[in-house]
């Protein structure tokens, strides 16, 4: 997945919810930061985005899709 496709993403949400693009953005600022600040989670953030970074929405989309569609694509290959 690319920026744009992660762009259009943002904007099917806020268009779903009724709400501004701005607004989610900020929304999903928010629930990102939470997500970082969580300690035990720490691992998981750094494997994922790498030491001392907090992605911006469409990076948190773009990361998290493409290791999804991964672990998908490993669980075809095993089972």
Same mark, same amino acid.
């Given at each position: 997945?690319? =920026?744009?496709?992660? !762009? #259009?993403? /943002?904007?099917?949400?806020?268009?779903?919810? *009724? %709400?501004? +693009?701005?607004?989610? =953005?900020?929304?999903? !600022? #928010?629930? /990102?930061?939470?997500?970082?600040?969580?300690? *035990? %989670?720490? +691992?998981?953030?750094?494997?994922?985005?790498?030491?001392?970074? /907090?992605?911006?929405?469409?990076?948190?989309?773009?990361?998290?899709?493409?290791?999804?569609?991964?672990?998908?694509?490993?669980?075809?290959?095993?089972?």
């Amino acid at each position: 997945m690319d =920026r744009k496709r992660a !762009k #259009e993403i /943002i904007k099917a949400i806020a268009k779903r919810e *009724g %709400k501004d +693009e701005k607004v989610i =953005r900020e929304e999903m !600022k #928010e629930a /990102i930061n939470t997500g970082y600040m969580n300690a *035990g %989670k720490q +691992e998981i953030w750094v494997d994922l985005f790498g030491a001392n970074h /907090i992605p911006d929405p469409e990076e948190f989309i773009m990361r998290i899709s493409s290791r999804v569609k991964g672990e998908y694509e490993v669980r075809r290959m095993i089972f």
